[in-house]
């Protein structure tokens, strides 16, 4: 019995310890269960509303933009500029939309060329429409997207810090060619560029749409697009045209703010003249500005109001081209 | 008995409806003070964390600014710029952080030339302190501070501007005024300007500092300020320097993001030359700029780390002075 006795506490104390350590082990799986539980969602497709916030996604589908650059009868341009731009720094891919319908795409000549640098997507059309540029492709895995018209030839740098510029504003358009409304007394619109009389809001010029045709801008509002009303669909239709202006509205309208961040381009180039087709774009048309005019007009009909807001921030890249940029000439 | 029969359904009536009452309105006050309990307290001090957030309070708090100017032996440069700030649009007050020890202020002066457009207060100081300007004054109302050095003149139209720009910004120091520190492969940092090596990231400069004494910042930071170590207290005091550089790190640790958003000036000026006091600035010491790079290596000890990030926006306001500045001379 005595013999029992102290050999009792030995095991008392080990049968205590082994329960101490499993109490211990068990309340700290529960803890940290707890805390996994309490961890928030991290997982976000939605559009960002708060400024460069980096997510633990893919890095590459994170920090690099697909360009989709849409083309109508200007063959050589298109391959002049792909040449350009898909070398772009942080370019994933590459998406033409073919408009010339019933022509075979240059896909084989392309190939033939290669390798490339990044894939180049050709999508064929059935109807040539300018809104076809704006369809939810399912070839985008990137957050950002740059759209780029086929004769528009902007420099790698100016690509570069614009892209850089777009992930701290993600909610906005992001790019080269302002553009403004201006109100008159009579209540109806006007579209227009700085030749247009301020808006009146302090010194200055405002402008309050930045042209999608050389911009960065979230994939997630070519989703938005699709789901507008039928109506705007219809105008862009009818017109041929404003599509752009669409989007200024549709993003406006989802921000609460200005659509639009405008950086000013180092250089920007328009290689119109340079084509062999003698198609010259949309732009030429004699009705084309009066045209957009009319297209704000029924887009504020549309949206029951007028979401455009004005911003005068103009943004350049610090020390770039000149070392000394930021100093004033006097 | 009949009688006080008769009369008491009446007494005991009043009497039930005197209790009646009584309950409703003890219950109707309590209702009250419970709602007024669970009011949520909107008086903010606290930095705001979201862009652009209007609250519902006093207008001009929100929409216009404090000018903090500091002034040590140049009085003649005080005053001088005093009669051009004290007309700024959007000006709610000025405070003269008054560094002449012992001498008197020129506020009697300052009267008999009134009235004014906004009042101006001499806050007189006992010992001459470069950190002066960083109280967290009573008299200031506005949660946006510009901050001046008294010899440097920046036009209306630039601060106007930049004071839109802050309202865009408010968790930034948004100025005229950029600098940068580079690291070295020793680990040892350097300060300086545009005549240092690019830290590398990429084309052109970058920026990591945008200084205090030409600049719009959230009154919150001065709070925040006083609330630093005493060693970052005690280098300032000891250099009488850096309180800018501490501002920054401050800020940057604050927000995770580059403290500063650098607006180019139109029209700034250093009126140094122009004073009678013969008095020209503490930058001038021979050590100012070795004592800065000296300043940012104690403060990443005080601050177990570099918290400064680099930035390359630059922003300039679209349409001014020039209507047509946002297109390149080519």
Request: hydrophobic letters at 40%; glycine letters at 6%.
């Amino acid at each position: 019995r005595y013999f029992h006795f102290c050999k009792l506490p030995g095991r008392v104390m080990g049968i205590r310890l082994l329960r101490f350590t499993s109490v211990i082990i068990i309340v700290l799986l529960l803890v940290a269960g707890a805390l996994t539980a309490l961890l928030p969602n991290i997982k976000d497709d939605k559009l960002p509303n708060l400024r460069r916030e980096p997510k633990p996604q893919s890095q590459s589908a994170l920090d690099s933009f697909t360009l989709i650059m849409q083309t109508y009868n200007r063959t050589d341009l298109l391959l002049k500029l792909l040449n350009h731009y898909q070398a772009i720094p942080n370019l994933h891919k590459v998406i033409v939309v073919w408009n010339n319908i019933g022509e075979k795409t240059p896909e084989e000549m392309w190939n033939s060329l290669g390798p490339h640098p990044v894939p180049v997507v050709f999508k064929v059309q059935s109807v040539n429409r300018m809104r076809n540029r704006l369809q939810n492709f399912p070839e985008l895995e990137t957050k950002a997207i740059l759209m780029m018209d086929d004769d528009t030839l902007v420099s790698a740098h100016d690509l570069a810090f614009a892209f850089s510029v777009w992930q701290q504003f993600p909610e906005h358009i992001v790019g080269f060619v302002p553009r403004k409304h201006i109100s008159t007394p009579s209540g109806v619109y006007s579209y227009g560029s700085f030749e247009l009389q301020n808006p009146g809001f302090g010194n200055g010029d405002q402008y309050s749409m930045v042209l999608i045709g050389a911009a960065f801008f979230h994939s997630g509002y070519l989703e938005d697009f699709q789901r507008q009303p039928e109506a705007l669909h219809a105008l862009i239709d009818e017109t041929q045209n404003c599509d752009d202006i669409a989007m200024n509205f549709l993003v406006a309208k989802h921000t609460g703010k200005p659509s639009g961040v405008f950086v000013k381009p180092v250089d920007i180039r328009n290689l119109e003249k340079d084509t062999n087709s003698g198609y010259s774009g949309m732009w030429h048309r004699a009705e084309h500005l009066l045209q957009r005019s009319y297209c704000v007009n029924k887009l504020v009909n549309i949206y029951d109001g007028m979401p455009l807001k004005y911003s005068n921030i103009m943004i350049s890249q610090f020390g770039f081209p000149n070392y000394a940029n930021h100093k004033n000439k006097m």
